[in-house]
């Protein structure tokens, strides 16, 4: 397989005549939700291309879309649903009603690429609707590669080294489940001090957890309820940093590189934010992408398509792969916007990608709260607020710190704070 080093947004579509329909709401990837689970339909506004056409399963900020046509960046070809942040999926409701995005189809003129999240089944179906091309992958790759347990195997046959561990079935009726679950936790624990127990299929925090051997019980009973069929139990290692290597497989099956960020775990566990500057050493990053293009080489050869963030932990017992996010990753449109705002101005060398939750407020309340702070089109030492859909309810939004170096990140950070402070913002 070839290795391209194609812009992200050409990677999907470099051809005029194509409409890029971006379908963003990731409930897709979730075979179970709960309350934790939020759509996030609305990141491709500010990736988006002038000529590109964003589907809300809500309905549009017309604050924060008018601060971003006023900078130029996104599109004015917007669908709306209108529908609540939970319920039915994005391509669900596609199905149920796709004339409106057919209509703009029409009117383009344009040969659709439907662009999700997350490649089921249904946003195959979604696809074939719209009469449009998938930038995804039959579910069945989608799946092979997004579970845990599945990749793991895939790396061991290839000769990838991963972390000691055990897929474990759950078979909550069986009472010897629990018991059997205890004696591989107690046998890890008698030469490491903690494990981990991820779910094959958990996201975004969701069956996840540490132990030391003293809360096994409650645990077994929260995965029993959260109904994972497959969880990996391993060592916790002592790992000094958590990379992402991102990579991306265009329909024509070549493989370009996006970079290897460093991502921000709470507790070491739980993905906070990424920063898209490695503390790598040449010999690490080196081994993390000839690690990662030879599993992007075996998923191209299989037929899939689409973004990859392969999760790494750097740790003393070496370097492994330990998750395959074969779809679209929480730091892929930071990426694109980070491209559309180099295109506008100047290179941006440092951002970071940041969720936060404040009080809630329209989108021109938070401009007011980052004031001096907030992007304006031409400084890059600057906050990019992006993902405000739920801002006014709830208060959660993302952000990305644009810089020109890691010290005024911290210099940003550090303003935030004081933002926090006065605005009761909590992170």
Not at 77 to 84: P, Q
Not at 133 to 144: D, H, M, P, V, Y
Not at 399 to 419: F, H, M, P, Y
Request: charged content about 25%; proline content about 4%.
């Amino acid at each position: 397989m070839n290795q391209t080093f194609k812009p992200f947004r050409d990677c999907i579509s470099d051809n005029d005549n194509e409409l890029v329909i971006y379908s963003a709401d990731n409930f897709a990837q979730f075979p179970q939700r709960n309350s934790s689970v939020v759509s996030k339909s609305d990141r491709p506004l500010a990736a988006a291309t002038s000529n590109d056409l964003v589907v809300l399963r809500g309905t549009l900020d017309h604050e924060y879309h008018n601060w971003l046509r006023s900078l130029g960046l996104g599109s004015d070809h917007i669908i709306e649903y209108g529908e609540d942040t939970t319920g039915m999926s994005l391509s669900e409701l596609i199905l149920i009603n796709p004339d409106p995005i057919i209509d703009m189809i029409q009117k383009t003129g344009k040969k659709p690429v439907y662009v999700p999240w997350f490649s089921g089944i249904v946003e195959n179906e979604a696809a074939k609707v719209l009469g449009a091309e998938l930038f995804g992958a039959l579910e069945s790759e989608t799946l092979k590669y997004n579970n845990k347990a599945s990749f793991k195997n895939i790396c061991k046959q290839v000769d990838i080294p991963v972390v000691e561990g055990v897929s474990f079935e759950m078979h909550p009726k069986d009472s010897d489940n629990f018991n059997s679950m205890k004696s591989i936790i107690m046998d890890i624990l008698q030469s490491n001090d903690t494990v981990i127990i991820r779910g094959a299929l958990g996201e975004s925090g969701l069956s996840l957890y540490k132990t030391q051997g003293k809360d096994i019980t409650e645990i077994y009973q929260e995965i029993a309820d959260s109904g994972e069929e497959i969880v990996i139990i391993e060592p916790f290692l002592n790992v000094s940093s958590s990379p992402n290597d991102q990579w991306i497989i265009s329909r024509d099956g070549s493989i370009s590189h996006l970079g290897i960020r460093d991502q921000i775990c709470k507790e070491g566990l739980i993905h906070t934010g990424t920063v898209n500057k490695s503390n790598l050493s040449i010999d690490n990053a080196k081994y993390i992408t000839d690690t990662s293009f030879k599993i992007a080489t075996e998923m191209a050869k299989t037929g899939y398509v689409g973004v990859i963030g392969i999760d790494y932990i750097v740790s003393d017992k070496g370097i492994f792969p330990v998750e395959n996010n074969a779809r679209f990753n929480g730091s892929s449109y930071v990426s694109l916007i980070v491209d559309n705002i180099e295109k506008l101005s100047v290179p941006v060398p440092v951002w970071k990608f940041m969720k936060l939750k404040i009080t809630p407020c329209s989108f021109n309340e938070l401009k007011e709260k980052l004031k001096s702070y907030l992007y304006d089109g031409v400084k890059i030492d600057s906050v990019f607020p992006y993902n405000c859909e739920a801002l006014s309810d709830t208060g959660y939004f993302s952000l990305i710190l644009l810089a020109e170096n890691t010290e005024t990140i911290s210099i940003l950070e550090n303003r935030l704070k004081e933002v926090e402070n006065k605005n009761k913002l909590v992170t």
